[in-house]
């Protein structure tokens, strides 16, 4: 897969279940380690960053699809 997106442009991936777009996203915030290729930010590839995470969380946003509220919790 090869993508390219440029700073202020929002971006979707889509595809059936099991087309790979969760691992993508999760190697991209480094999730999952990459089995091969490269992944770029400008001029950095992201495997140099998998050392220091604090630095990719700064850079790259990912909200999975998980419903992560507190089932009991009332509006009240």
Do not use: H, R
């Amino acid at each position: 897969m090869s993508f390219g997106v440029k700073q202020g442009e929002v971006f979707a991936l889509l595809g059936v279940n099991g087309a790979g777009k969760s691992s993508t996203f999760k190697c991209l915030s480094a999730g999952e380690p990459i089995s091969g290729g490269q992944i770029k930010l400008g001029d950095t590839e992201i495997s140099e960053m998998y050392l220091k995470p604090w630095l990719l969380d700064t850079l790259i946003g990912y909200c999975p699809q998980y419903d992560c509220i507190e089932p009991n919790l009332t509006v009240e």
